[in-house]
């Protein structure tokens, strides 16, 4: 199993152009994550999904849009990029159910936006 | 929404001594406290949880202990090696039941450093 992969692994945008970050799970989660990684602020919430076809939004929304057409599935998009989004993007995924509620990470996506 | 705080933001100790990590929240309905470890340019990594029905876990050289009257929990790391250097998240969240979703509320993260 690969668990969560995340393509791009790295990305340098210049103000205002676009980009879509794809992450992508194995182990048929139900629910997916998209945080982003400053320095001295921790993880932070993006958006989320809790099923195919369902989205919601996270502590800082603003600037980005996700889908999630596929359970093993979840893009966050750039519609205009700003410098204040340069970071690192990670996705996650989890079952919430059973005896685990833990949240599995992909590697992460270095984003700089100029 | 849940609010964590973390604390130290930076933490250094030498090998062989115990490092102590703590987090407060502000949400008493919160009932999963994981801790995660995250290597430098690496993803983060669960290395332990606690749930709100029990006090005190432990896993070999790491144990966390949770006050629900106080609110707050603790990672507590043993005989600490090189290899434990890295930044750890404490997180909360309410989990078991479908309209809180199981969102993470994650603190800003402790860089702990083992000097050898």
């Known amino acids: 199993n690969a668990g969560v992969t995340q393509t791009p692994k790295f990305r340098v945008l210049k103000t205002g152009q676009s980009m879509t970050l794809l992450c992508a799970q194995d182990?048929?989660?139900?629910?997916m994550y998209w945080y982003r990684q400053d320095p001295g602020m921790g993880l932070r919430l993006i958006h989320y999904?809790?099923?195919?076809?369902?989205?919601a939004k996270g502590e800082v929304p603003d600037g980005y849009n996700v889908s999630r057409l596929k359970k093993q599935n979840f893009l966050l998009g750039l519609e205009s990029a700003a410098p204040s989004q340069t970071s690192v993007y990670f996705c996650?995924?989890?079952?919430?159910?059973?005896?685990?509620?833990?949240?599995?990470f992909g590697p992460g996506t270095r984003l700089t936006v100029l | 929404g849940e609010n964590v705080e973390q604390h130290p933001s930076t933490l250094s100790v030498q090998e062989g001594d115990s490092a102590v990590i703590k987090c407060t929240y502000s949400?008493?309905?919160?009932?999963?406290f994981p801790w995660y470890k995250q290597e430098l340019g690496k993803r983060p990594q669960l290395i332990i949880d606690i749930r709100s029905n029990v006090g005190e876990k432990k896993d070999q050289r790491i144990a966390v202990t949770l006050n629900k009257t106080a609110k707050h929990f603790s990672l507590h790391i043993t005989e600490t090696q090189p290899e434990d250097s890295a930044v750890y998240f404490c997180a909360a969240s309410i989990v078991g039941r479908g309209s809180t979703l199981g969102r993470l509320y994650f603190g800003r993260g402790t860089q702990l450093t083992v000097w050898p």
């Open positions: 949400d008493s309905a919160s009932n999963y």
């Open positions: 182990m048929n989660h139900e629910y």
């Open positions: 999904s809790v099923g195919e076809g369902t989205t």
């Open positions: 996650a995924s989890s079952q919430l159910a059973g005896v685990s509620y833990e949240q599995f």
